[in-house]
C-alpha cells in the first residue's frame, strides 16, 4: 500500500461521515415538518409516525458518533479535519435532539386532536416556519462551508425567543379569562418550547460551521468578548 493510499482512505471514511449527517438532517427536518402538520392538521396518525420514526434519527446518530470517534482514534487528524468530526458529533447530537423535540410536538398534536378544536396562535405558525428555516439554513450553511451564511442563522434566533414570550403572554390571557382553555393553552405552550428549543439547536450548529470554518468558537458570544479584551489591549 502506498502512502497515499491510507490517506485516501481517511478522507473516503470523513466524506461517509457526512453523507451521512446530511442523511440524517434530512431525517430530522422531515421530523418536525410531520410533526408541524400534524399540530396544524389535527392529524393524529401523521403525529404517530413522528413518534415511530424517532428510533430511525437515534441510530443514525450512533453510527455517526462510532464513525467519528474510530477515525479520532486511530487516524489522529489534524486541522480542518480535527474541526470537522468534533463538529460532526455535535452537529450529530443537536439533529438528535431536534427530533426528540419532534416528538415532543407530535405528542402534543395528538392530546390537542382528541381535545375542543383550538387554533394555534399564529405566533405559533410563525415560530413553526422559522425554526424550519434556521435548520434548513444552518445545515444549507454546513454543506457549502459558508461561515457568513451560518452567523446570519444565529442572527434570527432572538425573533423566535420573541415569539416564544408572545405566546406565553397570549396563552395566559387566554386561560385566565376562560379556564377551559387552560388543557390545550399548556400543549401550546410546549409547542412553543419545543420550536424554540429547534431554534436553538439550530443555532447550535451555525456556531459548529463557523468553527469548523474559521477555526474560531462564537459561542456564547466568545466572539464579542475577544473583541473586547483585544480593544483593552490596544488602549492599555
Excluded at 37 to 61: F, G, N, Y
Excluded at 91 to 110: F, K, P, T
Amino acid at each position: 500500500m502506498t502512502a497515499v493510499e491510507p490517506h485516501r482512505h481517511f478522507h473516503d471514511q470523513l466524506s461517509h461521515v457526512k453523507v451521512r449527517l446530511l442523511t440524517m438532517s434530512g431525517e430530522a427536518e422531515a421530523a418536525l415538518g410531520l410533526a408541524v402538520d400534524a399540530l396544524l392538521e389535527r392529524d393524529a396518525a401523521a403525529a404517530e409516525q413522528v413518534i415511530a420514526s424517532d428510533r430511525v434519527i437515534d441510530d443514525m446518530e450512533m453510527e455517526i458518533e462510532e464513525m467519528s470517534v474510530n477515525l479520532l482514534a486511530l487516524q489522529q487528524p489534524m486541522a480542518r479535519d480535527l474541526r470537522m468530526l468534533t463538529s460532526a458529533l455535535k452537529i450529530a447530537n443537536d439533529l438528535e435532539r431536534v427530533g426528540d423535540h419532534a416528538v415532543n410536538i407530535a405528542q402534543s398534536a395528538e392530546r390537542l386532536a382528541q381535545a375542543p378544536a383550538i387554533a394555534p396562535e399564529p405566533e405559533i405558525v410563525e415560530m413553526a416556519r422559522r425554526s424550519r428555516e434556521m435548520l434548513s439554513d444552518a445545515l444549507e450553511a454546513f454543506i457549502r462551508g459558508d461561515a457568513a451564511a451560518a452567523r446570519a442563522v444565529c442572527r434570527r434566533d432572538d425573533k423566535v425567543d420573541a415569539l416564544h414570550r408572545s405566546v406565553f403572554r397570549i396563552l395566559l390571557t387566554h386561560m385566565m379569562e376562560d379556564p377551559h382553555t387552560i388543557g390545550a393553552g399548556m400543549e401550546l405552550f410546549l409547542v412553543s418550547r419545543n420550536l424554540e428549543r429547534v431554534a436553538d439547536l439550530a443555532t447550535n450548529i451555525a456556531e459548529d460551521v463557523v468553527f469548523l470554518v474559521e477555526g474560531k468558537s462564537i459561542k456564547h458570544h466568545a466572539e464579542d468578548r475577544g473583541e473586547a479584551l483585544a480593544g483593552g489591549g490596544r488602549g492599555a
